[in-house]
């Protein structure tokens, strides 16, 4: 039986301070997952910048591949390198590297590069002025293309980013080896999913895609 839910339930309580401000309970209770990526720069003293994101699509459209970051603090360092260089880099990493890609929210002081702080190794891009994550299955590098606040004068923004070169391990695309998908491929942000009449916290953590035939 479907339920109807316009207003917060009221089971849902906050499991950390400010929870509730931070997130819409509406995302609580959909519970849909997100692809998590690290998105990489510059700062503006040259240091190395990692963002562990999530809440992030993407879209082909008139031949091009489109990169839809949907809440980016204005205040961040990921907002500056992409406003003083217009360019980053998106790095996919599998679950065997999350660990360190999940420190580098430690290491995001203006004076340390975060990428190498984070036990992870910095490379050279092809195409952009920005640095990437050699230990990532997946580097797509992005050009910036605009940007729009979610509400006036908020702290947040959409951004779009063009793709202009990838770099992917040839063992990813090769489903007889690692693949893209299952336990080594693409991992997923599962964050708080309630149940709406208990107010339990269901299974959160990393998800994968197991791709199933014939649906």
């Given at each position: 039986?479907?339920?109807?839910?316009?207003?917060?339930?009221?089971?849902?309580?906050?499991?950390?301070?400010?929870?509730?401000?931070?997130?819409?309970?509406?995302?609580?209770?959909?519970?849909?997952?997100?692809?998590?990526?690290?998105?990489?720069?510059?700062?503006?003293?040259?240091?190395?910048?990692?963002?562990?994101?999530?809440?992030?699509?993407?879209?082909?459209?008139?031949?091009?591949?489109?990169?839809?970051?949907?809440?980016?603090?204005?205040?961040?360092?990921?907002?500056?390198?992409?406003?003083?260089?217009?360019?980053?880099?998106?790095?996919?990493?599998?679950?065997?590297?999350?660990?360190?890609?999940?420190?580098?929210?430690?290491?995001?002081?203006?004076?340390?590069?975060?990428?190498?702080?984070?036990?992870?190794?910095?490379?050279?891009?092809?195409?952009?002025?920005?640095?990437?994550?050699?230990?990532?299955?997946?580097?797509?590098?992005?050009?910036?293309?605009?940007?729009?606040?979610?509400?006036?004068?908020?702290?947040?923004?959409?951004?779009?980013?063009?793709?202009?070169?990838?770099?992917?391990?040839?063992?990813?695309?090769?489903?007889?080896?690692?693949?893209?998908?299952?336990?080594?491929?693409?991992?997923?942000?599962?964050?708080n999913p309630r149940?709406?009449?208990?107010?339990?916290?269901?299974?959160e953590g990393l998800?994968?895609?197991?791709?199933?035939?014939?649906?």
């Open positions: 039986m479907k339920k109807e839910f316009s207003t917060q339930p009221a089971s849902f309580t906050e499991t950390w301070p400010g929870e509730l401000d931070m997130f819409s309970w509406k995302d609580l209770l959909a519970g849909i997952p997100a692809p998590l990526l690290v998105v990489t720069g510059w700062k503006a003293n040259g240091k190395e910048n990692a963002c562990l994101q999530s809440w992030a699509t993407f879209v082909s459209t008139g031949g091009e591949f489109v990169c839809m970051l949907g809440t980016v603090p204005k205040e961040g360092h990921m907002y500056q390198s992409l406003k003083e260089t217009g360019c980053c880099v998106l790095n996919f990493p599998s679950r065997d590297i999350y660990d360190r890609c999940y420190a580098t929210i430690e290491h995001n002081q203006d004076e340390i590069n975060e990428i190498t702080a984070s036990g992870l190794t910095a490379e050279k891009t092809k195409t952009v002025n920005a640095p990437r994550i050699a230990e990532c299955f997946l580097n797509i590098e992005c050009e910036f293309m605009w940007e729009k606040e979610i509400f006036e004068n908020g702290d947040n923004i959409v951004i779009a980013l063009k793709a202009v070169h990838m770099s992917m391990d040839d063992r990813y695309y090769d489903d007889k080896q690692r693949g893209r998908y299952g336990e080594t491929g693409f991992l997923y942000n599962i964050v149940n709406p009449e208990t107010g339990e916290v269901g299974a998800g994968i895609i197991q791709p199933t035939k014939g649906l």
